[in-house]
């Protein structure tokens, strides 16, 4: 089954303190890859995505994700964490169908 | 441009009783998905409307929901009767229509947090 693995459900991180979120999603021939994040009270909104080209995808607030085929991962990097970074973060995956599979979202938690 | 509005933002309702979602998705998108998070767990896909057509429904749990597009523009998801476990975050996304497998960028509402007791 297609599926997306986020292991980490919480990630406490200092400010100014680089930070990884990982993803890990279930083989397939072909793959897109997006990073969703949900700041408090707000809706989902896209943060990144790799549909081909170069594997490492950048988005405009700092954060990157380097999309890894051999090792089927797509982790979400920040060199230095602001507060305003909190929020929960989800890695998601297109599998050749028009619907993305979600995994179960990772809790980043910036403290001063 | 307003985003995808869902409404409304909270329902508490109990076993038994019937609610009905709503979404508004941004104008001019003819695809609209909705997806569900229970608590603690992935948000999972129900179903997506092409316009007023349902292109895939593979994800509703149940014949308890029902979800609607009348005209092609909002959609409404109707659970009845709701059971303890259809407790969860609902959203609602909407996209243009491409013409290929892969679309433009999915916008996700607020959701609607619903709440069976």
């Known amino acids: 089954a297609q599926s997306v693995t986020q292991l980490d459900s919480q990630v406490p991180v200092f400010e100014e303190a680089p930070v990884e979120l990982r993803c890990n999603y279930s083989?397939?021939?072909?793959?897109?890859l997006f990073w969703y994040v949900q700041y408090p009270n707000q809706g989902l909104q896209l943060l990144l995505k790799?549909?081909?080209?170069?594997?490492l995808v950048k988005s405009i607030n700092g954060f990157e994700a380097e999309f890894n085929k051999s090792q089927t991962s797509f982790h979400l990097r920040k060199p230095s964490v602001h507060i305003s970074d909190t929020a929960e973060y989800f890695c998601a995956v297109h599998y050749n169908t028009d619907k993305l599979i979600f995994g179960t979202g990772t809790r980043l938690q910036v403290f001063p | 441009e307003a985003g995808v509005t869902q409404f409304p933002s909270h329902s508490v309702i109990e076993k038994g009783q019937t609610v009905t979602l709503r979404c508004d998705p941004i104008?001019?998108?003819?695809?609209l998905y909705w997806y569900r998070r229970v608590m603690g767990k992935e948000i999972k896909f129900l179903l997506h409307f092409v316009k007023e057509s349902k292109q895939d429904e593979s994800g509703m749990p149940n014949n308890r929901f029902l979800a609607e597009r009348t005209g092609g523009t909002y959609s409404t998801l109707k659970v009845q009767p709701a059971e303890l476990e259809d407790s969860g975050v609902y959203f609602c996304a909407s996209s243009r229509w491409t013409g290929e497998v892969l679309n433009t960028e999915a916008f996700f509402g607020q959701g609607t947090r619903l709440t069976v007791v």
């Open positions: 083989s397939s021939v072909s793959v897109y």
């Open positions: 790799y549909l081909s080209g170069s594997t």
């Open positions: 104008s001019g998108h003819d695809n």
